[in-house]
């Protein structure tokens, strides 16, 4: 099947003329038709436009960047011009909002030839775990129709894992890329804070937010975070740091790399299976190489609490500006302004995103912002400064991405707090702004895909990339397809 | 203060520009208690000569050139987005008092 090579082998065969980019489009269009009404991970289907533009690639012939020709699909938060997105939420979807401007990102794909073939289903406003928020219903994982494909970048990492495309945009604030890759079995990059554009994708948590990918094999993750990453005058927290290198040393090998393994991330609570999955990647990574230590990040228990007070502060504050007037969603006969706000607010959030923005505003208010804002905005500086001292000893740390496998669809419908708690090893990560690369390690016994994630210290990309890269060569985990 | 009663809850959502409903407002101050208990657990980190993070890139005053540049999306563009009426390249809104 066309769809299921990676970006690296469909690249070797435009620049032999094995395959042409609308053969590749096609065929992510074919399997998307084929399998996406049992999986749900696609929420709209730009289907001519990208044949189109593969047309067009096909006819200048000129393959020179390997994302050229390459179909991708893009979470739906990210704003193309002229393409309906709308964040998964009904704010957006009644009127559906049709941005009139790229994001950095999709521009920066679409100038080297990457082809937008649609966008995915996330958890509204990218707020959740599992994609049950996304007001399109939730997206299943490809490996067991009865389980959630993770989130909230669910709809791209089973797009990617049921290969509907080559590669996916995803967004991470608290663990939205590298859970769903898990959840999934595909691999998914979280970039270091400030390494990517977030300019036109629809924030949720600005201090928290990252762009970054979801893809088939570490090869192809380097490559999209090549393309990607970088300054951007219109992202003022965008660094100018080199992105160049991490491709080119990927296979330099992990001799003598220092791996720390934090003992809080196998505490209890830990599916043993998961734990065994990730134990004995560390052991395989100890035969190429690698020396692998005991590190401790004792307040790693406090993230999620610190994470769920500084996350709804930033979001009661970017949500304010869906109101009724600037976009989509409206309220008939309204009594005064007033009435209009509320109304139309109400009535276009779902429950979570109501949720998160009490949870804020009350964080937030007068008399509570020292005991709630400020105090997790210091401890965050604790977290911040743990991983630091963590990068004196070892060059990355390897950790589980989540407790368990897949959760069934509904497991926490009546407990968000729950749901939360679903990302104690992801969101010690966002609040210290340091990248992680979550890849498939294992299967259970249910034949679902675990993940692991090597985390590096800020700007490390080309550390943990090395890493995966000696690890996916060792071993054949990214290679095996759920059965659709 | 780790609970909060429907009273409280009405107030923050007044203040948050949304409306509840009795059934919301209830089932939402049991949910939000129970994550602000869960919260409470940052009190025992002692913190007296932290400074916060309100960022992590180390980057400061990260200025652009002081040069008017075209905006990428048109002005009537983006008022098109809008559900309200146009009129004379502004949107209507409902009256502010009634």
């Known amino acids: ?484 | 203060m780790s609970t909060l009663s429907k009273a409280q809850v009405e107030h923050i959502a007044k203040l948050a520009r949304l409306t509840l409903t009795p059934a919301e407002a209830e089932k939402m101050s049991k949910e939000l208690s129970s994550i602000l208990q869960y919260v409470e657990m940052l009190k025992e980190v002692p913190t007296d000569d932290v400074p916060p993070t309100a960022q992590v890139t180390g980057l400061t005053n990260t200025l652009r050139d002081d040069k008017v540049k075209p905006s990428e999306a048109a002005a009537d563009a983006l008022l098109g987005c809008s559900p309200l009426p146009i009129v004379e390249h502004q949107i209507q809104v409902p009256h502010a008092h009634g």
Request: with cysteine; proline share 5%; glycine share 8%.
């Open chain 1, 1 to 484: 099947m066309l769809s299921s090579l990676t970006i690296t082998q469909a690249h070797q065969k435009l620049k032999k003329r094995e395959v042409s980019s609308v053969e590749l489009t096609r065929a992510c269009i074919e399997r998307i038709e084929n399998v996406d009404k049992n999986l749900n991970a696609v929420v709209y289907r730009n289907f001519d436009r990208a044949l189109e533009e593969a047309k067009k690639t096909d006819s200048k012939g000129v393959f020179g960047h390997p994302l050229t020709g390459i179909p991708y699909l893009a979470k739906d938060v990210y704003c193309e011009a002229g393409v309906p997105t709308t964040a998964c939420s009904n704010m957006l979807r009644e009127k559906t909002y049709v941005p009139p401007f790229d994001s950095t990102t999709t521009k920066r794909l679409k100038a080297k030839g990457a082809i937008s073939i649609g966008k995915t289903n996330t958890d509204e406003f990218t707020m959740g775990c599992s994609t049950e928020t996304s007001c399109y219903g939730v997206t299943k994982c490809p490996w067991d129709l009865s389980r959630v494909a993770g989130g909230s970048s669910g709809g791209s990492a089973a797009a990617v894992a049921a290969d509907e495309c080559m590669f996916a945009l995803g967004t991470d604030t608290g663990g939205s890329i590298r859970q769903p890759a898990s959840f999934c079995g595909c691999v998914g990059l979280k970039v270091t804070y400030g390494r990517t554009s977030r300019y036109g994708v629809m924030s949720m948590a600005s201090s928290l937010d990252t762009i970054g990918t979801l893809v088939k094999s570490v090869e192809d993750a380097a490559l999209v975070l090549e393309t990607i990453a970088g300054k951007d005058p219109m992202d003022s927290t965008t660094s100018d740091r080199p992105v160049l290198g991490c491709f080119q040393s990927l296979k330099d090998g992990i001799k003598g790399l220092k791996i720390g393994l934090p003992k809080e991330y196998f505490a209890k609570g830990i599916d043993p299976e998961v734990e065994q999955a990730v134990r004995s990647a560390a052991e395989t990574m100890r035969r190429l190489g690698a020396e692998i230590l005991d590190v401790t990040l004792p307040r790693t228990k406090y993230a999620i609490a610190t994470y769920y007070v500084l996350c709804p502060c930033e979001v009661s504050s970017n949500m304010a500006r869906y109101d009724g007037i600037r976009y989509g969603h409206t309220a008939a006969k309204p009594k005064d302004l007033l009435d209009y706000y509320q109304r139309a607010r109400s009535t276009g959030f779902g429950a979570e995103v109501k949720r998160r923005i009490m949870i804020g505003t009350f964080a937030l208010s007068a008399g509570y912002y020292d005991a709630y804002y400020l105090k997790a905005q210091k401890v965050r500086t604790l977290i911040k400064n743990e991983f630091e001292d963590a990068f004196k000893q070892v060059d990355i740390i390897l950790s589980p991405v989540a407790p368990t496998p897949a959760f069934k669809v509904g497991a926490h419908t009546d407990d968000p707090l729950a749901m939360y708690l679903e990302d104690v090893f992801t969101v010690p990560i966002n609040l210290a702004g340091i990248p992680g690369l979550s890849l498939p390690c294992g299967f259970s016994k249910d034949h679902l895909p675990i993940g692991m994630q090597l985390l590096g210290p800020q700007w490390g990309e080309e550390t943990i990339l090395r890493a995966g890269y000696a690890y996916e060569q060792a071993t054949d985990w990214h290679t095996k397809k759920p059965v659709l």
